[in-house]
């Protein structure tokens, strides 16, 4: 049988005098600081790629009608599709036409030739702006929803709450089709492959506001029933002056964790949208939509059309996700001491 | 034959526990925390001792390093525990488990906690008496039974199918002691039994306590930081200070005579009723010593307001004072020529002051 | 008694929002009914014929009067066609629920089921080597939704090793239970896997904090053993926060639905609700969504009873007020 047995901490109840953090904490925090920085490092990585994706020296990653790069595209697709990564020495690659390479890139192409390096960064400029965006605005009118009903309570609060239950009684994603097929309709928004990018954004606003704005009304109660809250308004502070002066400063910590947490789930929600084809049209790559366009040559072995972006988004959730968790520590910490 | 009586059929020659250079660490980043340093002892059946010390003296972790209940990951053990002449201390955990709640069983501080909060009363009373004694669903529940009765709980009947939440902290320390004697222990861990509790209802349970002692020859080990709790209630005491015995004597003894100045200043810190309101109440001044790094000398030295150079030089061995039975480690203990010079010395400090 | 009574009107309340909200959705289609009509009868409709697919719908009434028509219809099953194939749209449902709900229980009880016993063994064993293998796991595929699980385990299961066909064809239970087994296995793991480490990280946190109670050393003083100990004394308590996150999860748990029978070409409630979309079968859309918020909604209310039972002390706090 195993060794341990009760206790399962690293002191006993009553281990005298024992200020510092035990072993091994001192361990997971070096060991959480690599990670930050690699995570640090790949959304900077990301961001600037993201920002670059147009010149990155790759053959093109889309195709406009008339272009004349389109032309070059898709005769080079009949040489270039599907081709494996280069580093990929493992995958069959398809028959190369008239000498040409069998592998390609960093990360292969796709059907059409397009490099999905290439690709993947511009999907990352949409996916960011979209989630981020989003995000921005979720969190704006989560906070000042949070705080009135935190603050005021009563009807106010009553009121938000209940829309809130019945906003949340629709499955997230659900909600998402739901909104974005509305905004979407092509009577309004004109041809089908020009769709813009607010229909998405607002889906995600509106997914995003309810928990948020129950996070913000908790942290809210919490912070109005401290001491100092008591205080200014003992002094006869205004409302609003406590709300801002006094507790927004006090909830912003927890505000920037939940911003980055509410980043990675928007990525993801977006990602799905995506995948079923309902966030930004075809030729705008989005990673979901070119995961969900590698679903079929997955089958034949074309595995790095899906799993290459997938890797890339996956990447780019888990540092977010990293960091969201390193902030919440770190505050939660500090929460702790003082 | 029902738990006590098999009990207390056993035939033993000699102490029921006898402790010797017991010493237990905890492996920290700091280093090692000696929180029981070299500790050695021995109790006689029956009797029942109390420990004890500030928090922070050691005295909980000699108690669970006693019976095993520490995690061995982190935790260093060495020295011997003879239990009924058996050695214990290397016990795997499933022959530890075999002893626990059958011979050696222990009941906390807050009742409030140490009872499972999602169990029903009766369930997790009888659930010792299914593991350790094979007894059928409504064996153990009538033994439950009889148990809460043992210990005098108003209405046992309608408890047993309660949940601890249900009942006042010291009907659930009642049932802390039920469960503790719920298969006949010949030793009890009594581990601050009466902290949480009202004033008023700690006198019941220090009275429970005794008598089952006594109906079933039990010993007892009564863990406190309170000195009042054990002067009418044990046979004996023994004083913690970093990890360390300090002293011990049989109750008695101890009172009329007490040797080490730490074991004065905690019966002094204890505000009398005689006492004049208001009086400022006489707190031992400093912390308890640092066990990663403990003094060289006599580890209350740096607290100790008797404390000589010798005293930060050289650490005291216990050592028998006048009756045979009692036991100190100090230089210049209660009584001593150097103590009553410097006791002198204090109390006209103390009128120059005012 | 009272809370559940209180629970019940709650929910109900919902339920009437959610109904009401999808009833008079189509009002506010872009665009207007003329959309409909056309989509109905195809361009160049005659007033004639879209007086009567106005009236079908019951867009010429009131919103209120359209409630419960609309309500009606639902409930006595008469949802009409669709429409450009003309096909009832109970039929399609009725075929396309039980596929879901396969999906969701299998999902959610392979990611139970592999998410309790190894939290409880990771807390028991806090910051051992298996501890941190499956934390660490567990916090990796967080940031894995389903469209990603699911090509790297069709590539895994189907395309290299050709032991689990792709896609997914719907067999039902009783005709073949293997091939059933055969064509959930994938989704439903793609489904549980970010469950799973959802529902581990936050399980895996409740016992540590239980297994530091006293009344853990209490069981442990009794003599009672490592899998009792466990599972009869530290689970039940630690439960709490795992099904408010499985109740929470059945959103994200019907998102993963409709990604995954996507994915998978499963026909189920999801593939229905997204083609009907893409075809602009509005009616299809109000129904399958409408069933699978009720289901959402119902779960939720259940899960709200399941505290009671989880721990005693709710149960009178709630009997209380």
């Not at chain 1, 905004?183 to 607010?198: C, K």
């Not at chain 1, 030729?283 to 074309?302: D, F, H, K």
Request: net charge positive; charged share 15%; aromatic share 8%.
């Amino acid at each position: 049988m195993t060794d341990i047995d009760v206790v399962t901490d690293e002191h006993a109840p009553e281990v005298p005098v024992l200020a510092d953090a035990p072993v091994k904490k001192v361990k997971v925090k070096r060991r959480g600081r690599i990670t930050k920085w690699l995570a640090i490092g790949w959304l900077a990585f990301i961001t600037i790629s993201a920002i670059g994706a147009n010149s990155l020296p790759y053959i093109p990653h889309s195709c406009e009608p008339g272009d004349s790069m389109c032309s070059t595209a898709v005769k080079g697709s009949l040489l270039l599709g599907q081709l494996p990564p280069k580093w990929a020495f493992f995958s069959e690659a398809p028959k190369p036409v008239n000498g040409a390479p069998e592998r390609m890139g960093l990360m292969g192409t796709d059907k059409n030739g397009f490099d999905i390096f290439s690709r993947s960064m511009l999907g990352a400029r949409n996916s960011l702006i979209i989630a981020g965006l989003a995000i921005t605005f979720g969190l704006a009118i989560g906070t000042f929803l949070g705080m009135i009903a935190g603050y005021f309570r009563g009807k106010v609060d009553t009121v938000i709450e209940n829309i809130s239950n019945v906003m949340l009684a629709f499955p997230a994603l659900l909600l998402a089709i739901f909104l974005v097929t509305f905004f979407n309709d092509p009577n309004t928004t004109g041809a089908a492959n020009s769709r813009p990018l607010w229909p998405i954004i607002l889906a995600l606003v509106v997914l995003s506001i309810p928990p948020l704005t129950r996070l913000v009304r908790a942290n809210t109660i919490a912070y109005a029933q401290r001491d100092f809250v008591v205080a200014a308004r003992s002094l006869g502070a205004k409302g609003s002056r406590i709300l801002f002066r006094e507790i927004l400063p006090n909830i912003v910590p927890t505000l920037l964790s939940f911003a980055l947490t509410g980043l990675a789930i928007l990525i993801v929600a977006e990602g799905g949208l995506a995948f079923l084809g309902l966030s930004v049209e075809a030729p705008v790559p989005t990673w979901g939509a070119m995961i969900a366009a590698g679903s079929e040559p997955l089958r034949n072995g074309a595995w790095w059309i899906s799993l290459m972006p997938a890797f890339v988004m996956f990447l780019t959730v888990l540092s977010i996700n990293l960091l969201g968790d390193v902030l919440a520590q770190r505050f939660n910490s500090r929460e702790a001491i003082g | 034959m029902s738990p006590q009586t098999q009990a207390a059929s056993r035939q033993v020659d000699g102490p029921l526990l006898q402790v010797t250079d017991l010493r237990t660490a905890f492996r920290t980043d700091r280093g090692l925390v000696k929180a029981v340093d070299g500790v050695s002892f021995s109790l006689t059946r029956g009797r029942s001792l109390g420990v004890v010390g500030e928090s922070g003296s050691g005295k909980t972790v000699l108690s669970r390093s006693i019976m095993g209940l520490l995690p061995k990951r982190n935790t260093e053990r060495s020295g011997s525990v003879l239990f009924e002449g058996q050695e214990i201390i290397d016990l795997s955990l499933s022959e530890r488990r075999k002893i626990w709640g059958r011979e050696m069983s222990m009941i906390f501080q807050d009742p409030m906690t140490s009872l499972n909060p999602v169990m029903r009363v009766g369930k997790q009373l009888g659930e010792g008496l299914k593991i350790h004694l094979g007894m059928s669903n409504d064996d153990a529940r009538a033994t439950a039974l009889k148990l809460l009765q043992d210990v005098r709980i108003p209405e046992p009947e309608k408890r047993l199918d309660q949940y601890a939440f249900e009942l006042s902290g010291g009907m659930r320390q009642r049932v802390m002691i039920a469960l503790a004697m719920s298969c006949g222990p010949t030793l009890l861990f009594a581990d601050e039994p009466t902290t949480a509790l009202d004033v008023t209802v700690q006198a019941q349970i220090l009275e429970v306590i005794n008598e089952q002692r006594r109906d079933r020859n039990m010993s007892v080990i009564l863990v406190t930081h309170d000195l009042g709790v054990v002067a009418g209630h044990t046979d004996e005491i023994a004083v913690m200070y970093g990890g360390k015995l300090v002293e011990k004597a049989p109750t008695r003894v101890l009172f009329a005579n007490m040797k080490m100045p730490y074991t004065e200043a905690l019966l002094n810190s204890i505000p009398k009723i005689e006492d004049p309101s208001h009086t400022r109440l006489n707190v031992i001044p400093g912390r308890p010593p640092d066990l990663v790094n403990p003094p060289k000398g006599c580890r209350f030295a740096p607290r100790c307001s008797f404390a000589q150079s010798r005293c930060i030089e050289e650490e005291p061995p216990l050592m028998t004072a006048e009756h045979p039975e009692h036991m100190y480690a100090c230089w210049y203990p209660v009584g001593s020529p150097v103590h009553r010079e410097r006791s002198a010395q204090l109390a006209e400090q103390k009128v120059g002051a005012r | 008694m009272r809370y559940v009574l209180r629970k019940l009107a709650q929910t109900i309340f919902v339920v009437v929002v959610v109904t009401f909200l999808t009833s008079i959705a189509l009002r506010f289609l872009p665009g207007g009914t003329d959309v409909i009509v056309a989509l109905k009868t195809g361009p160049g409709a005659t007033p004639e014929q879209a007086q009567a697919v106005i009236k079908e719908l019951g867009l010429d009434k009131p919103w209120y009067t359209q409630y419960f028509s609309w309500m009606t219809d639902f409930v006595t099953g008469n949802w009409g066609n669709t429409f450009q194939t003309n096909q009832s749209i109970a039929t399609e449902v009725k075929r396309a629920l039980p596929v879901s709900l396969y999906l969701m229980i299998y999902g959610q009880f392979v990611a139970l089921s592999l998410a309790v016993p190894t939290a409880v063994w990771s807390a028991y064993k806090q910051n051992s080597r298996f501890d941190r293998a499956a934390s660490t796991s567990a916090f990796a595929m967080l940031s894995m939704p389903n469209f990603i699980v699911a090509p790297v385990l069709i590539l895994l299961f189907s395309v290299n090793t050709k032991f689990i066909p792709y896609p997914s064809i719907y067999t039902s239970i009783f005709d073949d239970p293997v091939a059933h087994f055969k064509a959930f296995v994938l989704p439903s793991l793609t489904i549980a896997i970010p469950l799973y480490a959802g529902y581990m990280r936050v399980l895996r946190a409740d016992v540590i904090g239980t297994l530091q109670n006293d009344f853990i050393t209490t069981a442990r003083a009794k003599g009672v053993g490592t899998g009792p100990l466990l599972f009869k004394h530290a689970l039940r308590p630690s439960l709490f926060s795992i099904v408010t996150s499985a109740a929470v999860n059945i959103g994200a748990l019907m998102g993963g639905v409709v990604i995954v029978e996507q994915f998978f070409l499963l026909n189920g409630m999801g593939r229905l609700t997204v083609e009907s979309i893409f075809r602009r079968e509005y009616p299809t859309v109000q129904y399958a969504v409408v069933i699978l918020a009720l289901i959402y909604i119902f779960a939720n209310f259940f899960v709200d009873l399941a505290y009671a039972w989880i721990d005693p002390r709710v149960r009178a706090a709630r009997a209380l007020g």
